[in-house]
């Protein structure tokens, strides 16, 4: 590890964190929520969505107006089975971890439940929700659109967001199956990783309006949001690697996330006006919870689910190769590790940690790396 990252305890930092959004006007409830999807994501090596999204997301849209930090949460909708609900562009994190509840209630009750929420913004990771159903013995499944970011397969113009598509399965492991990744064949908050480590980005990731790979980071960031570059579909640039696949994907969650509830989609959710000004993102959500024990006895799903990742890991590996993987197993290692040792924090993330503290005048905090 770098002599210029310093670890620092994951509870401590969850501590930071929830004061700073007290501080921003977020209620003692709703901040401890934000602070727990967001250091959940710490803790589980998710680096892109944790205390690196903390400044540059909510405490820097909060503080410019164009995100509410109470949120109104609203059932506008309701079914059996089914609700929509308005975040009232409130707090992302507050409005999917009730979203989630609501389709969980629902699917204890009747099987199955679904909710799409409207007028959100960004919700952490899209994991965070897909676990609580499947702590809770069900299969979890969630997607969020987001502000313009990938090229279609073919074009150039950043379009789709990132979206991704979450599953969570209860299983007989320590773990649980949790699959979280964007439809991109990377997304911003890594790249904002890569900016932040002074690293160029891999071949294929970026692509800009003259059809090459970009690779400067810091450029790419800037470019991003001017639109003069975008994020490759997952599969890469053209249909070689099968990025028409990630197209695909992406398109099926901007169609959920907001014509399930009639919210803006493409290049309405940029955060800007016509005139170049910031206004809140309105973001759309899906959230779906699946009862197993309506299905199957919730035990043998669990069996077999485990079974499953189990032959999987005990497959022949590919030369040079040490082991193989399932999804949500190296999340749960980071955790494991992470729990122990604290969240790494580069000189950027130190430095932003010092200027929301001095700026909020949050005079209880003193940190190691000062």
Not at 6 to 16: A, G, K, P, Q, T
Not at 57 to 84: K, L
Request: proline share 4%; hydrophobic share 40%.
């Amino acid at each position: 590890m770098s002599d210029n990252v310093v670890r620092i305890d994951s509870y401590l930092l969850e501590c930071f964190m929830g004061d700073v959004f007290r501080a921003l006007g977020v209620p003692d409830e709703d901040a401890a929520i934000c602070a727990d999807v967001l250091i959940t994501s710490d803790r589980r090596g998710i680096d892109s969505h944790g205390i690196g999204r903390m400044k540059p997301f909510y405490y820097e849209r909060i503080r410019a107006g164009i995100q509410e930090s109470v949120t109104r949460f609203e059932v506008v909708r309701e079914g059996p089975t089914t609700a929509v609900v308005d975040g009232n562009n409130g707090m992302g994190m507050v409005i999917g971890k009730r979203s989630m509840q609501v389709a969980i209630d629902k699917a204890k009750r009747y099987g199955m439940g679904m909710v799409a929420a409207k007028n959100s913004t960004h919700y952490g990771i899209a994991g965070y929700y897909a676990m609580m159903a499947a702590a809770q013995g069900m299969i979890g499944i969630t997607g969020t659109n987001a502000r313009p970011a990938i090229a279609p397969t073919f074009g150039v113009e950043n379009m789709l967001g990132t979206n991704p598509l979450t599953f969570g399965m209860p299983t007989d492991e320590e773990f649980d199956f949790i699959l979280d990744c964007a439809t991109s064949t990377t997304q911003r908050g890594k790249i904002e990783v890569y900016e932040r480590a002074g690293k160029p980005l891999p071949e294929g990731w970026v692509i800009g309006h003259d059809g090459q790979s970009k690779s400067d980071a810091h450029a790419v960031l800037d470019e991003l949001v001017a639109g003069t570059a975008a994020l490759t579909p997952l599969g890469g640039i053209g249909e070689d690697g099968s990025g028409y696949k990630g197209y695909g994907y992406a398109t099926v969650v901007e169609i959920l996330s907001s014509a399930l509830q009639s919210g803006p989609f493409l290049k309405a959710l940029s955060g800007f006006d016509e005139h170049g000004g910031r206004v809140p993102f309105r973001l759309g959500h899906f959230f779906i919870a699946i009862d197993v024990a309506s299905f199957v006895d919730l035990a043998e799903f669990r069996k077999t689910t485990g079974e499953i990742l189990r032959q999987l890991r005990a497959s022949k590996t590919a030369p040079g190769q040490k082991r193989i993987y399932t999804a949500g197993e190296k999340e749960y290692l980071a955790w494991q590790e992470r729990r122990v040792k604290g969240i790494p924090l580069n000189q950027v993330l130190q430095r932003q940690l010092r200027e929301m503290r001095d700026e909020l005048q949050l005079t209880q905090y003193a940190f190691d790396f000062e």
